[in-house]
């Protein structure tokens, strides 16, 4: 138990220093950028004895912003609103809404004119808002691959797919595992 909180105190304050790297300086080509998007998230309870969940994907919101130090490197921070599921529990039914504040480095590889692939590796800091589970919020892994393209110098979208890990661990032995399909807008500035 101290070790998990150590383990999340060090990637919180890893990911904090680097991000205020990132706001600090960056060379000449580095930019901005901002999005938003919609898509199909997955939080999935897993079953055990008297929970039973939801597999369903659900309509899922994403907002985003981050900063490109080079062509191919840069930090991203998002929040994602994975949608409401719904479960029983000893035939006594009930929701939870999952989210997760994310945290995580960028890799680009261009792979024709404005076309590119893209990975994310980093934090997800999740939770589930009006959870009647009573499950904690959790600290995970967050890692994705996506392709995008860019229309003009300012506008492109994406499509990516993300896994948020655990996003909480039940008393009951109900785990909540997070995964979301999306097609998003960026604005570079």
């Not at 138990?1 to 790297?21: E, H, P």
Request: with cysteine; charged share 15%; net charge positive.
């Amino acid at each position: 138990m101290i070790g998990n909180r150590v383990k999340q105190t060090a990637i919180r304050a890893s990911l904090l220093a680097g991000f205020a790297c990132a706001l600090v300086a960056g060379p000449a080509s580095a930019q901005w950028y901002a999005g938003a998007g919609l898509g199909a998230a997955q939080a999935k309870l897993g079953n055990s004895g008297t929970i039973q969940g939801n597999d369903s994907y659900k309509t899922s919101g994403k907002i985003f912003g981050g900063y490109q130090f080079t062509p191919n490197w840069g930090v991203e921070a998002q929040y994602v609103y994975l949608g409401k599921f719904d479960f029983t529990n000893a035939g006594r039914g009930g929701s939870y809404k999952p989210e997760s504040w994310g945290l995580a480095a960028t890799g680009t590889m261009p792979l024709a004119h404005n076309l590119y692939l893209m990975g994310k590796l980093g934090a997800a800091f999740n939770r589930l808002r009006d959870s009647d589970l009573n499950g904690d919020n959790k600290t995970d892994l967050l890692a994705g691959v996506g392709v995008g393209y860019d229309f003009t110098p300012n506008w492109g979208i994406r499509a990516e797919y993300e896994d948020f890990g655990k996003m909480s661990k039940n008393n009951n032995g109900g785990d909540i595992k997070g995964n979301n399909w999306s097609i998003s807008v960026k604005y570079t500035y």
